[in-house]
């Protein structure tokens, strides 16, 4: 997957979506989402990022607001 696909797909969504300022976008630690662009462009769009931390498999962390950027 791609950062040009994933930014395609975030912008369709966006448009077919009402949004509120502040939208909380959650995504693994995918490279392509990690990058610098998608981030950018997520941001642009009024979006606060939340990615997955690093867990050992088939343990998942409770949710912790602090993960939020």
């Given at each position: 997957m791609t950062v040009e696909l994933v930014n395609t797909a975030l912008q369709m969504a966006y448009a077919r979506r009402e949004t509120s300022p502040g939208l909380i976008l959650h995504s693994d630690r995918g490279v392509q989402y990690r990058s610098r662009e998608y981030q950018d462009y997520a941001r642009s769009l009024g979006m606060k990022l939340s990615?997955?931390?690093?867990?050992?498999?088939?343990?998942m962390p409770l949710w912790n607001?602090?993960?939020?950027?």
């Open positions: 990615i997955s931390r690093k867990v050992i498999a088939g343990i607001p602090s993960t939020v950027v």
